[in-house]
């Protein structure tokens, strides 16, 4: 089993529509979740951390549930520029700053 | 801030040849990292340093050597370059988040594309 599993897409939505990404990981121990966005044939980078009680950025929400060892992403109001590569990241349990990475949710929205 | 620095972006290379992929950061992070990205498969940790002076294997450590000197640079050295190497490779850094409870985020370098033929 991969430590984290993303579907892998495509995800194409209207302009507009509401989307959702979700990841599984398999460590319990692990502390620390994060989304990052990864353009194409550019770096990943931070969209945003995620915390136990789940959190929002303007028409970004992010969930957590750790009994479920579960993690989502809440996309609203899906803009053209929202298009990209939507990377799961979950650290390593007892290893300073190894970050293990999902293959990616790739989302395409249409005009 | 120039943030992190990889150079070169692109690079083509025949089987066996040996280079360095550099890379530098300008933030004083404590933590750097090289991954390599492969279709399909997300990112894979290399080697990773949590201070100059120290570093240790990642997922995939086979055919690479790292050394940290300085604080700044993180060079990742491909010994005897193999089409299976053929890939992009990201250098990353971070800095300690102690006392938060949480990791840091990662800061990327552009990428350097890498051909092995």
């Known amino acids: 089993r991969k430590e984290v599993e993303q579907d892998p897409g495509p995800f194409n939505v209207p302009e507009g529509a509401t989307v959702a990404f979700n990841c599984t990981y398999s460590?319990?121990?692990?502390?620390?979740f994060f989304w990052y966005r990864q353009d194409c044939r550019k770096e990943p980078k931070l969209l945003m951390s995620?915390?136990?009680s789940g959190n929002e950025d303007g028409r970004f929400t992010a969930q957590l549930n750790r009994a479920s060892q579960y993690i989502s992403l809440l996309i609203r109001d899906s803009k053209l520029s929202d298009s990209a590569t939507y990377l799961c990241?979950?650290?390593?349990?007892?290893?300073?700053?190894?970050?293990?990475f999902g293959s990616g949710t790739q989302l395409t929205v249409l005009p | 801030n120039a943030g992190v620095t990889q150079t070169p972006k692109f690079q083509v290379l025949k089987t066996g040849q040996s280079m360095t992929l550099q890379c530098a950061q300008d933030?004083?992070?404590?933590?750097m990292s090289w991954y390599r990205q492969d279709p399909g498969m997300g990112l894979r940790l290399i080697h990773y340093?949590?201070?100059?002076?120290?570093?240790d294997q990642g997922e995939v450590p086979n055919g690479y050597n790292v050394s940290r000197s300085t604080t700044e640079d993180f060079p990742l050295r491909l010994l005897s370059a193999a089409p299976s190497q053929t890939s992009v490779y990201f250098c990353?850094?971070?800095?300690?988040?102690?006392?938060?409870?949480?990791?840091?985020?990662?800061?990327f370098g552009q990428g350097t594309r890498l051909t092995v033929v």
């Open positions: 995620v915390y136990s």
């Open positions: 460590n319990s121990a692990s502390q620390s």
């Open positions: 340093s949590v201070g100059a002076g120290i570093t």
């Open positions: 990353a850094s971070s800095y300690s988040s102690a006392g938060k409870g949480v990791d840091a985020e990662a800061f």
């Open positions: 990241v979950v650290n390593r349990p007892g290893s300073a700053r190894q970050l293990t």
């Open positions: 933030m004083n992070h404590e933590y």
